[in-house]
């Protein structure tokens, strides 16, 4: 509880003063806006349900950073870095420090809350040297390639300018024609779109005129906009503000979290969505209510802390700190989809930590990466401690799109030499810049190294995982276990099967439920030493034959696969059943490190021609579900994942059928020459050669 009363005593500070608050979000974040910048010339108790929708996303190629940061960024000494921007190789860091040094260098430099750097060198760029007297929270760059800076100030270079201004981005001094500043609160966000500059944080005036905690100014003049009549207002308690901002690729789209109750009058509590903003800016028929419950640490006055739009803009992800609350999205991460409309949205999917906050989210090159005072992801099943299926992950962590599982990637936020801050309670944030993703803190450990307040992750070392799924193929083969260490090997075009073959599989021994991912075979495989009775094993498959098994991995310990009485993989899913139970069962599975999810779904199910409890071994083929039954036959049904209607299913096969019998259909078929296969084992799998 002790990460909690530091953060809480972070957010109590922030509501009391609004000067050194807690930031969470600030710069011209993702990776589409680092483009942006380069063009210029100059220059988510338990798991929650997961909605109906067309289904599940599918897999994508992931590009991910390098876990070991590098070794010339500059260090803050104190306070917190909150913001980053990039104008051409000059890097510009803003927040609540006082003091910089490059990295080797002996003595501080004085710089008061924003300072810029070389990209390549680290240098510190000493003719940049703006005097602001309060925080910097958010940075962007406008199109002509000035820097565009939001905060808690008053002055800026001596002269009033009110938590917004246009610096040169080469000595920081003030660009008075841009006439853009808040008249009072704080500037939490910037960020631009086009032509435009959507800024957000505890204001209601902007340029003179009212606008609350949202407003849209023209970027090159500071000029407000008029027409972008988005107001959001009334605080859960305390300091109505706004937190977290992003704007989709096609500027078309915008989400806002923070802490609100009414948008333009509708309730739309700590989360919005603005949609129309080419045209007529209106609030989205879009809500959740999964962040209007109160979470158990009273302090947090709201608990949806950023938000953050894929590259491509088909999904925003929520961060969300503030204790545990049944049904309320406390302490998670959780995607949802853009173009979906509706009340009482709930994610797509969500991560949960087991009571630790998470302050920071970025989505870029198809990873979801989360900072904050986290211990654990994929912890729905721990309370402030590690749950069954609990990952460490300290304080740092990247994620999979499509289910929010973690990925290999464990940089840890830690390695702050004696004399210094080793665990803060924020992460304020994450952001990729061309060079790979910064981060900013209020600690002085990043991946086992001194790196005061802020670090880069490169993308250089780093690595891509491929997009792995269920064998895509329309025809192939169908293995069934017949033994230990023996399988049929049985041609099938999703229709027909041909003349099954024997195939040795010496390395397949004590095998239950087994599925294919990609080239490799995922099988349950009984050991008496296994913490649980038994493990999922994984062997490579090439050339039609299993490979030497290895345990999946050790965070699996607490699965006990062999009550699996059959299953397949597909979309980031591990689908299964249980003898005796008519039920088809889902977990999240992440290829990239064999993580099982902590989390145990159910799909819908119609129809009466299904009775999960009887089915016994399953794979999935092109858009079809074939499954073995006690009957000993093989069946199909169509699967999308979305629900399974049993009054679909077919027979393919069945053991009973006489070969060449005269009344064989042409769904009933046992090929000519080989005796009728029982197609009862747990062991059955789909698979190109």
């Not at 891509?464 to 064998?471: D, E, F, L, M, S």
């Not at 078929?669 to 029982?678: D, F, H, I, Q």
């Amino acid at each position: 509880m002790v990460r909690q009363i530091r953060t809480q005593q972070a957010i109590q500070d922030l509501t009391s003063s609004l000067g050194e608050s807690v930031s969470l979000r600030t710069s011209s974040r993702s990776g589409r806006r680092w483009l942006a910048a380069l063009a210029v010339p100059v220059l988510l108790a338990g798991l929650l349900a997961v909605p109906a929708q067309a289904g599940p996303p599918t897999p994508v190629a992931m590009t991910l950073t390098s876990a070991n940061p590098v070794d010339n960024t500059p260090h803050a000494k104190d306070g917190d870095a909150k913001a980053f921007a990039e104008i051409g190789s000059t890097v510009y860091v803003g927040g609540g420090f006082t003091s910089v040094k490059a990295a080797g260098a002996a003595s501080w430099t004085t710089r008061n809350y924003l300072f810029a750097y070389d990209k390549g060198t680290g240098a510190l760029k000493t003719a940049f040297a703006p005097r602001l007297d309060g925080a910097v929270h958010a940075l962007a760059v406008s199109p002509d390639g000035k820097l565009i800076v939001g905060g808690a100030f008053k002055t800026v270079n001596g002269v009033e300018r009110r938590n917004l201004v246009q610096l040169d981005p080469n000595t920081g001094a003030t660009i008075t024609s841009w006439v853009g500043r808040s008249d009072g609160g704080l500037v939490r966000r910037t960020v631009v779109s086009g032509d435009k500059l959507y800024i957000a944080g505890a204001f209601t005036w902007v340029n003179g005129t009212a606008h609350s905690l949202l407003a849209r100014l023209d970027v090159r003049t500071g000029a407000i906009d008029p027409t972008f009549q988005i107001d959001a207002s009334v605080a859960r308690t305390s300091q109505q503000l706004v937190w977290g901002l992003d704007v989709t690729p096609d500027g078309n789209t915008l989400v806002a979290v923070g802490n609100f109750t009414k948008v333009n009058g509708l309730d739309r509590n700590q989360v919005v969505l603005v949609e129309g903003l080419k045209g007529t800016p209106k609030v989205a028929d879009w809500s959740t209510q999964r962040y209007v419950a109160p979470c158990t640490i009273s302090g947090f006055p709201f608990y949806a802390r950023d938000v953050d739009f894929s590259d491509d803009g088909s999904y925003f992800v929520i961060a969300a700190d503030g204790g545990r609350s049944a049904g309320a999205y406390c302490d998670t991460i959780a995607r949802f989809e853009t173009a979906t409309r509706g009340r009482a949205i709930d994610g797509t999917w969500v991560n949960d930590t087991g009571h630790d906050s998470v302050t920071s989210i970025e989505a870029a090159d198809n990873v979801v990466y989360v900072g904050g005072h986290f211990r654990w992801l994929n912890n729905a099943n721990g309370d402030d401690s590690a749950g069954a299926g609990a990952i460490n992950r300290y304080g740092l962590g990247a994620l999979d799109p499509i289910n929010g599982m973690p990925l290999v990637w464990n940089p840890t936020r830690s390695g702050a030499p004696a004399g210094t801050t080793a665990w803060g309670p924020i992460v304020w944030e994450l952001w990729r810049g061309s060079a790979g993703l910064y981060a900013g803190f209020d600690s002085d450990g990043l991946g086992n190294e001194y790196h005061g307040r802020m670090g880069l992750f490169p993308l250089a070392g780093g690595r891509t995982v491929p997009a792995t799924n269920a064998p895509a193929a329309a025809s192939g083969y169908l293995y069934l276990g017949t033994g230990d260490g023996k399988t049929a090997k049985v041609p099938f075009n999703g229709t027909a099967l041909g003349t099954p073959a024997t195939s040795s599989q010496p390395n397949l021994t004590a095998a239950g439920a087994a599925f294919s991912i990609g080239d490799r075979l995922y099988w349950s495989r009984t050991n008496a030493a296994a913490p649980q009775g038994s493990y999922l094993q994984v062997s490579t498959f090439t050339g039609g034959t299993v490979g030497a098994p290895w345990v999946s991995s050790g965070f699996n310990d607490w699965y006990k696969p062999s009550t699996m009485s059959g299953a397949f993989y597909l979309d980031g899913r591990m689908y299964y059943t249980k003898a005796g139970t008519n039920k088809l069962f889902y977990r999240y599975l992440e290829p990239d490190g064999s993580i099982i999810g902590c989390t145990e779904f159910t799909l819908p199910s119609t129809g009466t021609g299904l009775n999960w409890a009887n089915v016994r071994g399953m794979a999935w083929v092109n858009g079809k579900l074939v499954y073995g039954f006690t009957d000993g036959a093989l069946r199909a049904v169509p699967f999308d994942g979305t629900a399974v209607d049993g009054a679909a299913a077919v027979v393919i096969a069945t053991s009973r059928t006489p070969i060449g019998s005269s009344t064989r259909s042409a769904l009933l078929l046992s090929p000519r020459g080989a005796p009728p296969l029982k197609w009862t084992s747990p062991t059955l799998f789909f698979a190109t050669s």
